[in-house]
């Protein structure tokens, strides 16, 4: 698997990107910067994003008739294409106040016919149909009878084996139609195109946990996400600093957690996101992280953080800036692993996807070195080395996850030190030696050396979204291709 990619295709906008958002499909961007010029031409209306694998368009045209035009199916009673016809029909039509052009042939409908039947929750998926779809909107002449004037019609079809790829379909039709201005007319040129996406995860990161993001701010990144065909929402909903996730057999998770009462995602919002997302082909991977970053499971229950001894004598002492008065999840605690087993069944039967991501990265080795107690149990198990620690850790919450089963994928760092994991698990790749020259490889080694080792893998490293330079992020982002590495390629 790889990650996100350069430019054209669907390689564009993987892990830890931007998306744009458009309040309406007819907005245009405009740049300001008239003393830096941009080169390049600007792309003519009509347009599809991102640019597909083959695509023609002919300067002949049609045009819609919002009174009449419709989109219909051949695949009935499928929800998720019921709800898209719904959707796309006020997304083609985005403004009543637009008509038909009265110089053109009319597009009366788009048929669109899905080979596999109906489907109802994506998954990760490596066929290359599996989000594929061709898409063609033909103007033809026709005699009825011999010697009568022909007529001309318009006609457009959209095939897709999945359900998952007529979405796909439907948003590069949706961006085909376009408005003339001044005229104030619907027109779409006659066009074929054949697409189908460069990677089969491409995923946005969105941190709800040091900034609560409110329910209708996920559901409109959503809507863009569909918008620039995104398949995955990497959710890392709950961090050191809040737990806003409200479990159902651990309530008291959020009680004690969360920002307040009022910054809280209950089931019934998970429920809707989950189920917003899955309308628009768009798998929900939920992230909590542990040993590290678990401060937010601490507010609620401090017994499963591990004691430090920032004065060499006290238990819950900080040393900063080395670590705080607690850090980390106790890998010597039972209680953790009993907590950690009932918590992933909860989240199990909560988020449909069957993919959990589970973090294991970013550990504070020097709280877990400076305590007697972590001493003591590395005696016992013969360890020299707290490394070994953590290593006992993540087999632990692994086997957790092979036994609840669920699918799980983590950050590099365990599969960096050579952790065995299931077949189905998937490393994500964010390390980069632009983070630290002397202490981190460039992320091409890194993902030769896990691909070498039999790992799946997302790549993230190129995408840090909150390392900005106003303007010049965006030539660093293209350029990145996640299949330039000396390596194995899985699609």
């Known amino acids: 698997m790889g990650g996100l990619g350069g430019v054209g295709g669907w390689e564009l906008l993987q892990l830890l990107t931007i998306v744009g958002v458009w309040a309406a499909a007819s907005a245009k961007l405009v740049y300001v910067e008239e003393n830096l010029p941009l080169p390049g031409e600007e792309a003519p209306p009509g347009s599809p994003w991102p640019l597909p694998r083959q695509w023609s368009s002919s300067p002949y045209q049609l045009t819609l008739d919002p009174a009449s035009f419709i989109i219909s199916s051949d695949l009935t009673g499928c929800d998720v294409i019921d709800a898209a016809l719904h959707r796309y029909q006020n997304l083609v039509l985005i403004d009543p106040e637009a008509t038909p052009d009265p110089g053109l042939t009319l597009l009366p409908f788009l048929n669109v016919s899905v080979t596999s039947g109906c489907d109802h929750t994506p998954h990760l998926n490596h066929r290359p149909d599996y989000e594929s779809y061709t898409l063609e909107v033909a103007l033809t002449e026709e005699t009825k009878t011999e010697g009568a004037e022909p007529v001309m019609r318009g006609s457009a079809q959209l095939k897709a084996h999945t359900v998952w790829g007529a979405l796909r379909g439907l948003e590069t039709f949706s961006q085909l139609v376009h408005i003339t201005e ?15 996406p460069r990677f089969p995860h491409r995923g946005l990161l969105l941190d709800t946990a040091r900034h609560f993001l409110p329910k209708n701010t996920l559901l409109q990144a959503l809507d863009s996400m569909a918008w620039n065909k995104l398949n995955v929402l990497h959710w890392h909903i709950v961090d050191d600093q809040s737990f806003p996730y409200e479990s159902k057999i651990f309530p008291n998770l959020t009680h004690h957690g969360a920002y307040t009462p009022r910054h809280v995602y209950s ?116 360890y020299t080395e707290v490394r070994q620690v953590e290593q006992h850790y993540v087999e632990k919450v692994l086997e957790l996850a092979d036994l609840t089963p669920i699918n799980y994928i983590t950050w590099q760092d365990p599969a960096d030190r050579g952790t065995k994991m299931a077949n189905t698990s998937v490393v994500q790749v964010w390390k980069d030696v632009s983070l630290s020259p002397s202490k981190i490889k460039g992320w091409r080694e890194y993902l030769h050396d896990l691909t070498a080792a039999g790992h799946q893998v997302i790549l993230s490293s190129c995408w840090y979204i909150n390392f900005i330079t ?22």
């Open 470 to 491: 106003y303007g010049q992020d965006w030539k660093n982002f293209y350029n990145c291709d996640p299949t330039d590495f000396q390596g194995l390629i899985m699609w």
């Open 267 to 382: 089931q019934r919002d998970v429920m809707d996101i989950v189920e917003y997302a899955r309308y628009r082909g768009i798998r929900v991977i939920p992230e909590f992280d542990t040993p590290g970053h678990a401060q937010g499971f601490g507010k609620a229950f401090p017994h499963l953080l591990t004691p430090c001894y920032g004065d060499g004598q006290t238990a819950g002492t900080p040393k900063f800036p080395y670590h705080a008065a607690y850090e980390n999840l106790d890998p010597t605690n039972p209680q953790v692993y009993d907590f950690l087993k009932a918590f992933l069944v909860d989240l199990k039967h909560t988020f449909v996807d069957g993919y959990i991501h589970l973090g294991l990265d970013e550990v504070s080795l020097p709280c877990w070195s400076s305590s007697p107690v972590v001493r003591a149990f590395m005696n016992r198990h013969n």
């Open 182 to 196: 001044p005229e104030n007319h619907y027109r779409v040129n006659v066009t074929h195109v054949e697409d189908a």
